[in-house]
């Protein structure tokens, strides 16, 4: 543990070089290159209406994993379905769902702040995915809004609606970009939603595959949604749409497909399902630059990984995080190297690991 | 009652009366086995049949309405959680629903029998015992495997277990008309009034009617544990009302047979609390219900050695869900669904020689859902099943083998329809009087049966899947029953053991496959368990007598569907491995007191156990006190209890915490 009170100390530290600018908690003005990682959270969310959400604690350098540190830090607990999370600056922000709160941790995961989102009604709004871009970082609203948090503040400072059940959400070129899922309306929706970060209105919506998830980003203009389908004759997509020209090529579709986006390269499982029986699966690459799937499987030491629920990656060690759950049972986390060789594997303290956020520092 | 009342006062004066086989009335618990029921001359049988529970070859448990006045329980569920071998899965609070799982194999596999005929839902395949009101009981009993009794609907040999709940049938002796009205109230804005009225028509017909309305706003205050931290909250939306009424005409045509209607409504609205969500106390969600049903009762006996019996009845049920959630588009979630149960059973039973004994039963039933959920289905279900038994009875020696033939058909109107389902499913048991002098029996049985997937299951939107086979049970038991009536100071002692082993295979499950969640015939579940059951009475000074019971179950029940999975070979959810209950009734001219503890051992609400999992063990206690007073005809009876005397939190369903102590009062009058 004191390893990371020095750590949050170093990025305090941090935060305050960059005071400059107008909103304190903004980390990247300069834009040093990210240079080493530091320490990798896990969140769980454990099990719907089971209040058994955990956050995990890794530190990549003695492979040691310290499980329940929101509970450690806090004497309660997260919460229920812990579903998102993201380490922006000197704070950690993690959304969770059935609680209806965003959690602002310090980076050791001592609650600052507890968010409790309402609408006009006073009804509790069910916060799901998080980004942070310009010095705010935003948060989708299951009921169909898209929130911006002050990250001095901690307050919610505006909200803007978008379409049903927005999930994820990615800032590109000014512009945020909301994954409308409408995954409580009999037909989901297709749509992305638009919107201006100035105006915060919104100010399009773009067509994509059935019921969109998750949106990751490229340094070339592409977004990348992975859309879930209908859950009948259209399965999961993965799209890459490059928002100035509106062309969208699906580059992977199977039963099921998790993936995540480090640098150039895309990290695919993609499982195919008959009478929803996973009857085979893989791990595959696909290169940015190149536009195409490379052939061979992404892990090279013939490790097993069953039951993927989740995948993540390091930005600096270019390391890959599998997060596996039966959903009855405590998930694993399987960590890769680029190359695709096991590193570790370590045994969390929740169901339903929801990814791996990363502590990065600049050298 | 009165008449029952008082006769049960006299007779149980009357110097060395053991038998309780025909016997009505006798006490609670006071099933001593004999075969010396003859001495019954001299006392009014009313023609009610008691089963001996020491003399049956599977285990069965009984409560009469004695039973169930003197240990002041006033809910189906509180009077079942005194069975061993029993789980009551309470979600909470008076509108909580409450299933009954018997030896660990789910609710979904104990059959609910409401005077001889089953109350199904076909749509979520489990009876919410919470419905049903104790005011009219006579008598419930529960049987684990299959019961001894061969002349039974069909039905009753589909299931793993059965609770049967019969209702009371008047008794005119002077009078010509009964009437009695009652209410209880108590904690949590719970008010009960209840009216029934018994009329005699003539020689041979008998009508009954009766009316009961319920509310309560349930808003009980809680404490849970989060982390090093506790949460007290009150449970919220968790209101409700219901309205029940029941008409009944019984009829003895003499040559002709006997023939009973009756006629069942409920309405119920009721908000729905949910589990307790930490930093999150928003509950919206309502439940609207309507049922009725008519069901008709014939029986004839032909001759000496054979009888007829046919049942049937209509059902209809409806219900309405809607959640209240900013999560729609609308607002709002609604869903409807309605039922409809056609059925029928028609059966006889030959006894050709002393002893032996075959019985016949056919059932057919027809069931249809309809709902407003897109892509219904709307599915009937074609369910014929018949069954074959027989049965050699003697003083010391049952036997009894059954075989039970399904077939199933289903017809959908859009969509997938899964392929006819036929199977045979037999049971065997006996139980053999060791000595002829010595009142010690042992048994064994063994039973094969399975639970068809409930339309939910098949059906439901996206997780619904057709291909689901049915889930099967496999029950084997072994036990002894030993019953003496020692002395006049110790009126009864009687004990049972029985050990037992179930295995459950294709069980099925919600089974998620990464985004979504299906129906799957995923999981094995080996059970094997002990139950334990002691009841005796002791009289001191003719006025005071002590009534002690005490149950006693340990239960290993784990998972072993996958050896790679973490919680292979864990006990599964909600299975304590240490459970039982206890009460004391101290009955004397003065005033009755009861006390009953339950309690169980650690449970784990997940499949995994680890800590995180856990619900701590709990004790419950409830102290209760009446007192009856009879002038003429008429008689008053007063009760209070004290429920959860040790105001322990506790939780049956995690997150679903108990309510803490509380108070019932009832006051009721009959003349």
Known sequence: ?363 | MNQNGMQYISIKRLPGLLCAWLFPFAALYAQVDTTTYHQLSGVEVVGKVRPSVTRESTPLQVMDKAGIERLGVQDLSEAVKRFSGVTVQDYGGIGGLKTVSVRSLGAKHTAVSYDGVTVTDAQSGQVDISRFSLDNVDMISLSIGQADDIFQTARMYASAGALNIKTSQPVFTDRSCHLKAQVKAGSFGLVNPYLRYEQKLGKCLVATGQVDWLRADGRYPFVIQNEQKEESGKRINSDIQTLRTELNLFSDLGKGGELNLKGYYFDSERGLPGSVILYNDYAKERLWDKNYFVQGYYKKQFESNFSLQVQGKYNYSWNKYVDFNNNYTEGKQEDRHTQREYYISAGGLYTPIEHLSFSLTTDFSVNTLKNNLPACPFPTRYTSLSVLAAQYKDNRLTTTVSILNTFIAEKVKTGDKPSDRKRLSPSVSASWRVLPEQNLRIRASFKDIFRVPTFNDMYYLRIGNTNLKPERATQYNIGMTWGDSPSSALSYLNLSVDGYYNRVRDKIVALPTLYIWKMMNMGEVAISGIDANLSAEISCFDFVSFLLQGNYTWQKAIDITNESAKNYRDQIPYTPRHAGSASLSIQNKWLNVSYLLSCAGDRYSLPQNIKENRIDRYIEQTISVNKEFSLCNFKLRLQGEVLNVGNINYEIIKYYPMPGRSYRILVSCYF
């Open chain 1, 1 to 363: 543990m004191e390893k990371k009170y020095l750590l949050f100390a170093l990025c305090s530290l941090m935060t305050m070089s960059f005071i400059s600018c107008d909103n304190d908690d903004d980390p990247k003005p300069g834009i040093p290159t990210e240079s080493s990682t530091t320490g990798v959270y896990f969140l769980n969310a454990g099990k719907l209406d089971s209040n058994n959400s955990t956050l995990d604690y890794y530190n990549p350098e003695t492979k040691d994993l310290t499980t329940k540190v929101f509970a450690t830090e806090n004497g309660r607990g997260l919460g229920d379905t812990a579903n998102d999370m993201l380490i922006y600056g000197s704070k950690m922000y993690i959304a969770v769902n059935k609680s209806a709160t965003i959690e602002v941790t310090d980076l050791s995961g001592k609650s600052l702040k507890t968010i409790n989102p309402k609408d006009e009604s006073n009804v509790p709004q069910q916060p799901r995915m998080l980004t942070a871009a310009g010095g705010n970082v935003y948060v989708t609203l299951f009921d169909g809004h898209l929130a911006c948090i002050d990250t001095t503040s901690m307050e919610i400072v505006k909200k803007v609606k978008v379409g049903p059940n927005p999930e994820g959400v990615c800032e590109l070129n000014g512009k945020l970009y909301v994954a409308n899922s409408g995954g409580y309306n009999l037909v989901q929706d297709s749509t992305l939603s638009v919107v201006d970060m100035n105006t915060f209105e919104e100010v399009e919506k773009i067509v994509v595959t059935i019921n969109p998830k998750t949106i990751q980003k490229d340094d070339k203009g592409n977004l990348y949604v992975l859309s879930l389908g209908n859950w009948g004759d259209i399965g999961n997509e993965l799209q890459r749409l490059n928002v100035a020209t509106g062309d969208r090529e699906v580059i992977a579709a199977n039963s099921q497909i998790v993936s995540t986006l480090c640098n150039d390269k895309i990290y695919i499982y993609s499982a195919k399902q008959e009478n929803w029986v996973v009857t085979g699966y893989d791990f595959k690459v696909y290169d940015i630059e190149k536009g195409k799937i490379e052939e061979k499987s992404f892990i090279t030491d013939g490790t097993k990984v069953e039951n993927t629920y989740c995948m993540s990656s390091d930005p600096v060690t270019g390391n890959v995080y599998i997060g596996t759950s039966d959903y009855t049972s405590t998930g694993d986390m399987f960590i890769f190297s680029a190359e695709g060789k096991l590193v570790n594997q370590v045994a969390l303290s929740g169901l339903n690991p929801m990814g791996a956020y990363f502590l990065t520092t600049q050298k």
